[in-house]
């Protein structure tokens, strides 16, 4: 590094001192905070992304979120070039990075990092950083803390593509690297023109009629509404109402949004009585996670949740079905063996993976946080993953839509066989391929119900949710808890999964596990059984255990 990036680095850093007694951590989900503490957090995140760029020779993105959190709280996270997460092996790096005390130990730490992983920061090689944010009011002068950080390395670009979802930014650093187009436009355009494709095919005596194609939306007041309503003009075949647009005075996740109505299982606000069994859908803060809901009656607050498990439940079961349709007739030895799976968190209800099972799907749980469920998923040729909380995709292998596109080819034209074969490669072109997408996900679930001729109802009983509660216990150190197998099981403090079995075995269908947040300072406790009252004590009995060994 010469003397004038390293002056260039001293100087712009110096803007953006670390505040005092701050200490930040990437984790499940980026850096999340009070959005006034997080400047040089930003900043130096600029510089990471730019770095990332340069290692890779591709283009990376930088998304300003904090998604379900509060107005008042911001955040930061990279996408690699594949469109997905940072890779896990830079995440010790960007917490080095983040906390780094002033100018000259971050400067120390760049050098020795690039040393490291060989990147040559001389100007010569261009790095690009594509830049969005949502509509938090902070992001604006964080976008230009991230900015600055990419602009302290010699030769670096940051593109702005301005205000976004998470998926969109996502989806676009992707197209960027896969060397498509990439804008706003495109997006709406791929997700438009597959959908259209998927309701050509909707069988003639599904048909809808009258309103039923009517679908009304919770914006969570965040990004996802206004982006919804354009999206929305360029579909056919589905009419959809959005709500907590953000333009209404509304404010941002408060009493609204997938979050709220998935923890909360109450209609958000501007929902109510006037919308008692319409088919309703609640997107969160920065439009990645979706989860569907019916009002069931006038007189009260509650709703029935149709969560994640059920859109994957809906996905895994098309999928599964189109593929029989495709392979009927087909000597197993002339046809691609797709490997289908899907993967899933401990959070998952338990009846939809006795239900998935039930399909004979392979099923496979990891740990909480989308960077380990896309990961998983990417092993199999079709992967379907989703969190109970709604955020979740479908993975196609490179080589299995290789086969798919050549086998249409070759079937008949107009046979079943060759509807299949259309219906999935349009799924792989409408579900975002980067990450989680609620508009994807919201459009496959309207065409799917339509192919299917389900109305919301039918789908919400594919199977009976086990009653479940979640509880949240504060405790001196979080990090004392260590778990295994997908944090099913607790291994560390020494007794305490042992003590959690005890209570457990007293419940019908009784099951229960805990695990330190990556995203708050306490420990989650989950606990379901085949009544509430049931799940309910058992989240209880199972948080004054957390309390008793952890204080
Ligand atoms: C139980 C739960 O909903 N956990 C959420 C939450 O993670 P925690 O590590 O549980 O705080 O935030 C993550 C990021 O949004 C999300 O991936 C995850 O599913
Ligand atoms: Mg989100």
């Given at each position: 590094?010469?003397e004038?990036?390293?002056?260039?680095l001293?100087?712009?850093?110096?803007?953006?001192?670390?505040?005092?007694?701050?200490?930040?951590?990437?984790g499940?989900?980026?850096?999340?905070?009070?959005?006034?503490?997080?400047?040089?957090?930003?900043?130096?995140?600029?510089?990471?992304?730019?770095?990332?760029?340069?290692?890779?020779?591709?283009?990376?993105?930088?998304?300003?979120?904090?998604?379900?959190?509060?107005?008042?709280?911001?955040?930061?996270?990279i996408?690699?070039?594949?469109?997905?997460?940072?890779?896990?092996?830079?995440?010790?790096?960007?917490?080095?990075?983040?906390?780094?005390?002033?100018?000259?130990?971050?400067?120390q730490?760049?050098?020795?990092?690039?040393?490291?992983?060989s990147?040559?920061?001389?100007?010569?090689?261009?790095?690009?950083?594509?830049?969005?944010?949502?509509?938090r009011?902070?992001?604006?002068?964080?976008?230009?803390?991230?900015?600055?950080?990419?602009?302290?390395?010699?030769?670096?670009?940051?593109?702005?593509?301005?205000?976004?979802?998470?998926?969109?930014?996502?989806?676009?650093?992707?197209?960027?690297?896969k060397?498509?187009?990439?804008?706003?436009?495109?997006?709406?355009?791929q997700?438009?023109?597959?959908?259209?494709?998927?309701?050509?095919?909707?069988?003639?005596?599904?048909?809808?009629?009258g309103?039923?194609?009517?679908?009304?939306?919770d914006?969570?007041?965040?990004?996802?509404?206004?982006?919804?309503?354009?999206?929305?003009?360029?579909?056919?075949?589905?009419?959809?109402?959005?709500?907590?647009d953000?333009?209404?005075?509304?404010?941002?996740?408060?009493?609204?949004?997938?979050?709220?109505?998935?923890k909360?299982?109450?209609?958000?606000q501007?929902?109510?009585?006037?919308?008692?069994?319409?088919?309703?859908?609640?997107?969160d803060?920065?439009?990645?996670?979706?989860?569907?809901?019916?009002?069931?009656?006038?007189?009260?607050?509650?709703?029935?949740?149709?969560?994640?498990?059920?859109?994957?439940?809906?996905?895994?079961?098309?999928?599964?079905?189109?593929?029989?349709?495709?392979?009927?007739?087909?000597?197993?030895?002339?046809?691609?063996?797709?490997?289908?799976?899907v993967?899933?968190?401990?959070?998952?209800?338990?009846?939809?993976?006795?239900?998935?099972?039930?399909?004979?799907?392979?099923?496979?749980?990891?740990?909480?946080?989308?960077?380990f469920?896309?990961?998983?998923?990417?092993?199999y040729?079709?992967?379907?993953?989703?969190?109970?909380n709604?955020?979740?995709?479908?993975?196609?292998?490179?080589?299995?839509?290789?086969?798919?596109?050549?086998?249409?080819?070759?079937?008949?034209?107009?046979?079943?066989?060759q509807?299949?074969?259309?219906?999935?490669?349009?799924?792989?072109?409408?579900?975002?391929q980067?990450?989680?997408?609620?508009f994807?996900?919201?459009?496959?679930?309207?065409?799917?119900?339509?192919?299917?001729?389900w109305?919301?109802?039918?789908w919400?009983?594919?199977?009976?949710?086990?009653?479940?509660r979640?509880?949240?216990?504060?405790?001196?150190?979080?990090?004392?808890?260590?778990?295994?197998?997908?944090?099913?099981?607790?291994?560390?403090?020494?007794?305490?999964?042992?003590?959690?079995?005890?209570?457990t075995?007293?419940?019908?269908?009784?099951?229960?596990?805990?695990?330190?947040?990556?995203?708050?300072?306490?420990?989650?406790?989950?606990?379901?059984?085949?009544s509430?009252?049931?799940?309910?004590?058992?989240?209880?009995?199972?948080?004054?255990?957390?309390?008793?060994?952890?204080?």
């Amino acid at each position: 590094m010469d003397e004038d990036q390293k002056s260039i680095l001293r100087r712009a850093s110096s803007r953006f001192p670390i505040p005092p007694g701050a200490k930040f951590s990437y984790g499940t989900a980026g850096f999340r905070a009070d959005a006034l503490v997080l400047e040089s957090t930003v900043y130096r995140a600029g510089i990471l992304a730019a770095l990332r760029s340069l290692k890779t020779r591709s283009v990376t993105g930088l998304m300003i979120t904090a998604s379900h959190n509060k107005i008042s709280d911001n955040g930061v996270k990279i996408a690699d070039p594949s469109g997905g997460m940072l890779t896990q092996a830079w995440e010790p790096f960007a917490d080095a990075l983040a906390n780094a005390a002033d100018s000259d130990s971050l400067l120390q730490l760049i050098i020795e990092f690039a040393k490291k992983e060989s990147i040559v920061i001389d100007g010569n090689c261009r790095a690009e950083v594509l830049l969005g944010r949502d509509t938090r009011p902070s992001g604006e002068s964080l976008l230009e803390a991230a900015k600055q950080g990419i602009n302290s390395i010699v030769g670096s670009a940051a593109v702005d593509m301005g205000i976004l979802t998470t998926p969109q930014l996502h989806w676009m650093v992707r197209a960027r690297n896969k060397g498509v187009k990439a804008s706003e436009r495109d997006y709406f355009e791929q997700l438009s023109s597959s959908f259209r494709c998927l309701m050509t095919l909707v069988p003639g005596e599904c048909k809808v009629k009258g309103t039923d194609n009517k679908l009304v939306v919770d914006g969570a007041n965040g990004v996802g509404g206004g982006k919804l309503e354009c999206l929305m003009n360029m579909l056919d075949g589905l009419v959809i109402e959005v709500r907590n647009d953000g333009k209404g005075g509304g404010i941002l996740n408060e009493g609204v949004g997938a979050d709220y109505v998935q923890k909360e299982k109450v209609v958000p606000q501007e929902f109510g009585s006037n919308d008692v069994g319409m088919r309703c859908a609640s997107l969160d803060g920065d439009a990645d996670r979706l989860v569907y809901f019916i009002v069931p009656s006038a007189s009260s607050d509650n709703i029935v949740l149709v969560d994640g498990d059920k859109i994957l439940s809906l996905f895994a079961l098309f999928i599964k079905e189109q593929l029989g349709i495709l392979y009927k007739g087909v000597h197993e030895n002339n046809a691609y063996q797709a490997r289908l799976g899907v993967v899933q968190t401990a959070y998952a209800n338990g009846a939809s993976t006795d239900y998935l099972k039930g399909l004979g799907l392979e099923v496979v749980l990891t740990p909480t946080g989308v960077k380990f469920l896309h990961e998983k998923a990417a092993e199999y040729d079709i992967g379907i993953y989703f969190e109970a909380n709604g955020h979740g995709t479908i993975l196609f292998s490179d080589s299995f839509l290789c086969w798919l596109e050549k086998r249409h080819n070759e079937l008949p034209e107009g046979s079943e066989q060759q509807k299949a074969a259309v219906r999935l490669l349009a799924v792989s072109k409408l579900v975002n391929q980067a990450v989680g997408d609620a508009f994807s996900g919201l459009l496959l679930v309207e065409a799917i119900l339509q192919n299917l001729n389900w109305s919301i109802n039918h789908w919400s009983e594919l199977y009976r949710d086990l009653p479940s509660r979640q509880l949240k216990v504060k405790v001196m150190d979080r990090t004392a808890v260590v778990t295994a197998n997908a944090e099913t099981v607790a291994v560390k403090p020494p007794g305490i999964q042992e003590a959690i079995n005890a209570e457990t075995v007293k419940y019908p269908r009784g099951r229960s596990f805990i695990r330190p947040s990556g995203t708050e300072d306490v420990i989650r406790v989950y606990a379901e059984a085949s009544s509430q009252e049931g799940a309910d004590t058992l989240a209880q009995s199972v948080a004054k255990l957390v309390e008793q060994f952890l204080g």
